[in-house]
């Protein structure tokens, strides 16, 4: 596979340039079934990473090895952060994302000699939930978002954010430090990544998330749209309020950049030196196309059918590097811009 390198700045560079680029590309596997068939084609794949990408590499694995019985892959949940450790390590092939590689991360990436291709593969909306049994929130502004988590919050009771809330304590719960969605939100709420008040009730598996705010009816917090749609009937969704008046996360007013500042892209990084072996080629390619189906019926936004064309043609044109520069989080990209940007 032949590497070449790209960098960039914002999403939209990554469809109109990055992608792009790869379309001019050439000379390098087409990622067909190079092992000789189903039956042929085997191998291992380690995958882990993002708690809020597991849901569709999860789905995805499977239905690999439902058509290549004789590939094993693993798909881990140890956060993005956890996830990116591994695999700049390399103990895995595959990490699952919920934000770009940040500079730190590229740093040791550079430090140890490993290269990576960074694949976009849906569209998610970070979604803020409350107990069904909340009747008094009807929405929130970002300004109220941040005010209830940003560092040295002075927020203990609802009453805090609206005097005519109750007068009770108010119970948090959001995604651990090593958690891409964490930095994701901190960034477009607070305005740096990572900042945040720490007396909440932390978790990398968003399922534990589930089970708190359900079960309390004081309960506030904050995770990825499919854990949202897949616990509909335990979960009140908040809709948010980011200068046009309240927007409540869906397929909708996701995938058209209504919902802000809360959408984002989510992806998979494969490490350059292992994207040459038949089980992986065929597995990108099967993530990338026949995956695709996938990724709404877990509760995520797809990209459009040109997104992942050229995205295919990104991975096996070789195209290293993160067109995000290494600067991580990048809070209000809309799709609109990036089709604008790809045009």
Same mark, same amino acid.
């Given at each position: 596979m032949k590497l070449t390198t790209t960098s960039g700045v914002v999403f939209g560079v990554l469809v109109a340039a990055v992608l792009g680029t790869a379309c001019q590309g050439g000379g390098s596997p087409s990622g067909s079934d190079s092992g000789g068939g189903s039956a042929n084609l085997s191998g291992s794949i380690a995958i882990d990473g993002s708690s809020t990408v597991f849901p569709i590499s999860e789905a995805v694995a499977e239905e690999f090895q439902a058509k290549y019985p004789n590939?094993? #892959?693993?798909? *881990?949940?140890?956060?993005?952060?956890?996830?990116?450790?591994k695999f700049l390590n390399r103990e895995i092939d595959i990490s699952d994302a919920s934000r770009p590689i940040k500079p730190s991360e590229v740093e040791l990436a550079q430090k140890n000699g490993v290269e990576? $291709?960074?694949?976009? $593969?849906?569209?998610? +909306?970070?979604? #803020?939930?409350v107990n069904p049994q909340n009747d008094w929130v009807d929405h929130l502004t970002v300004a109220e978002l941040k005010k209830i988590w940003e560092p040295g919050s002075t927020v203990k009771k609802w009453s805090d954010i609206r005097p005519n809330w109750p007068n009770v304590e108010i119970k948090l719960y959001g995604p651990g430090h090593d958690s891409g969605t964490f930095d994701y939100f901190t960034e477009a709420i607070n305005g740096k990544e990572g900042a945040a008040r720490q007396d909440f009730m932390a978790s990398e598996d968003d399922n534990v998330l589930v089970t708190g705010i359900a079960g309390?009816?004081?309960?506030? *917090?904050?995770? +990825?749209?499919?854990?949202?749609?897949?616990?509909?009937?335990?979960l009140k969704v908040v809709p948010i309020d980011g200068g046009d008046g309240p927007v409540t996360p869906s397929i909708e007013t996701i995938m058209d950049g209504s919902y802000k500042p809360l959408s984002r892209p989510i992806f998979i990084y494969v490490r350059a030196?292992?994207?040459s072996r038949p089980e $992986?080629?065929?597995?990108?390619?099967?993530y990338l196309t026949?995956?695709?189906?996938? #990724?709404?019926e877990v509760g995520y936004i797809p990209l459009t059918d040109e997104l992942y064309e050229l995205a295919l043609k990104r991975f096996q044109n070789g195209v290293t590097g993160s067109v995000f520069h290494g600067k991580g989080s990048q809070p209000g990209v809309r799709l609109q811009d990036l089709l604008k940007a790809e045009s």
């Open positions: 590939v094993r #892959v693993t798909v *881990g949940i140890s956060g993005t952060g956890g996830g990116f450790k990576y $291709i960074e694949l976009p $593969i849906a569209f998610d +909306g970070l979604s #803020v939930l309390d009816k004081y309960a506030l *917090g904050f995770f +990825g749209y499919a854990y949202y749609v897949e616990n509909k009937d335990k030196d292992v994207a $992986i080629q065929e597995f990108v390619k099967f026949e995956g695709k189906s996938l #990724v709404q």
